[in-house]
T-cell receptor, first 115, second 112 residues
């Protein structure tokens, strides 16, 4: 079964450094997302992306965050200057269409640790 | 009031038991309701997807939505040790497009 793949599985970075988290969504999917889950807390929506532009973003997704689909297969999340509170699991997700019955498929996440 | 509330558990049951997992929510605009299973250090895996009120069954899993009470449930019949995981409810409005609002998850342990 096709799946969303994320790399790396674990990223350690120092505060203030830039990080790029990478995702390969399911190949025929058109809608792409980033969610995050701070340890012990809820999964939270960050941003959605369709047709090469952001379609929705949450309050968490401030100017330090950006997303890009640099080619036909990858979808990236960049954090420009990481803070300690950015430490979390970051999940990429994709779905086929925008119909109500089109479910969201998640990758296994990248654990980001900011020291 | 939190938008989506879920008892964190842990819920411990013997193998073969019927498990009932629940979420309550406050936003009456939620129309789509999902249950995800999350194993440790893995991403959420979609189990059930329902629209509006009613029941949906898939194998050992049954999802129920009661919009009048703002209450959703997931029942697992004949629970197995492999069902041990965290179960997340998630929901969205018709207009949210993409943004899911998650509950905090219930940790389930099925003991052999």
């Amino acid at each position: 079964e096709p799946e969303v793949t994320q790399t790396p599985s674990h990223q350690v970075t120092q505060m203030g450094q830039e990080v790029i988290l990478r995702c390969v969504p399911i190949s025929n999917h058109l809608y792409f997302y980033w969610y995050r889950q701070i340890l012990g807390q809820k999964v939270e929506f960050l941003v959605s992306f369709y047709n090469n532009e952001i379609s929705e973003k949450s309050e968490i997704f401030d100017d330090q965050f950006s997303v890009e689909r640099p080619d036909g297969s990858n979808f990236t999340l960049k954090i420009r200057s990481t803070k300690l509170e950015d430490s979390a699991m970051y999940f990429c997700a994709s779905k086929l269409g925008d119909r109500g019955n089109s479910p969201l498929h998640f990758g296994n996440g990248t654990r980001l640790t900011v020291t | 009031q939190k938008e989506v509330e879920q008892d964190p558990g842990p819920l411990s049951v013997p193998e073969g038991a019927i498990v009932s997992l629940n979420c309550t929510y406050s936003n009456s605009a939620f129309q789509y309701f999902m249950w995800y299973r999350q194993y440790s250090r893995k991403g959420p895996e979609l189990l059930m997807y329902t629209y509006s009120s009613g029941n949906k069954e898939d194998g050992r899993f049954t999802a129920q939505v009661d919009k009048s009470s703002k209450y959703i449930s997931l029942f697992i019949r004949d629970s197995q040790p492999s069902d041990s995981a965290t179960y997340l409810c998630a929901m969205r409005t018709n207009n949210a497009g993409n943004m899911l609002t998650f509950g905090g998850g219930t940790r389930l342990m099925v003991k052999p």
